[in-house]
């Protein structure tokens, strides 16, 4: 469907050159960090494609620090690396590929896993930098959200309101996929 001549505004497309100009020109008014929120991957596929790759690598050579991405409706591969920079310094970045679902019904598949992930950005002798990064796995059932971690801890520990033994299975199960999805352990 292609975007009506006169609302071109409404919507950024993929367009490399766009992008790596939008990063120089953050760069350029020495902003601390930039994050790239990218609408990419095919829904209901975890690994990232080629194409996905190659652009992440495009931009993080451009400047980006952080790359968001969503629309598989699945969780996807995050990344946290020390890469060098144009002047040959180290510059922490982040990737996450997808951090899943968090605005519909779970469709089926992997759909009911998403990740809440935090990043700290630390400011300090005239630095800016990745201080440190945390996740929060997800389970969304019948629009209610679950803390995964949480809600295993407090059946463990037979806290009163916890969650059955059927939903417990099914997070532990989640956590596993998450862990498996992501590369996180």
């Known amino acids: 469907m292609p975007i009506p001549e006169d609302k071109q505004y409404c919507l950024n497309i993929i367009n490399k050159e766009k992008m790596a100009s939008d990063i120089k020109k953050a760069k350029e008014k020495n902003v601390n960090f930039v994050c790239v929120s990218l609408h990419w991957g095919e829904y209901g596929i975890s690994k990232p494609s080629q194409e996905q790759v190659e652009l992440k690598d495009f931009l993080?050579?451009?400047?980006?620090?952080?790359?968001?991405?969503?629309?598989?409706?699945?969780?996807?591969?995050?990344?946290?690396?020390?890469?060098?920079?144009?002047?040959?310094?180290?510059?922490?970045i982040v990737v996450a590929y997808s951090l899943g679902n968090f605005a519909s019904e779970p469709l089926g598949g992997n759909t009911?896993?998403?990740?809440?992930?935090?990043?700290?950005?630390?400011?300090?002798?005239?630095?800016?930098?990745?201080?440190?990064?945390?996740?929060?796995?997800?389970?969304?059932?019948?629009n209610v959200i679950l803390d995964i971690i949480d809600e295993i801890q407090s059946y463990e520990s037979k806290e009163t309101g916890a969650v059955d033994e059927y939903t417990y299975e099914k997070l532990i199960n989640a956590l596993e996929t998450a862990k498996e999805l992501t590369g996180i352990r």
């Open 112 to 142: 009911n896993i998403s990740m809440i992930l935090n990043i700290e950005i630390t400011k300090e002798g005239g630095q800016t930098y990745i201080s440190q990064i945390s996740y929060r796995p997800i389970y969304i059932e019948e």
């Open 60 to 92: 993080l050579a451009s400047g980006a620090d952080i790359i968001l991405g969503n629309n598989p409706k699945v969780i996807g591969p995050i990344e946290q690396k020390l890469i060098e920079d144009e002047l040959g310094r180290g510059r922490g």
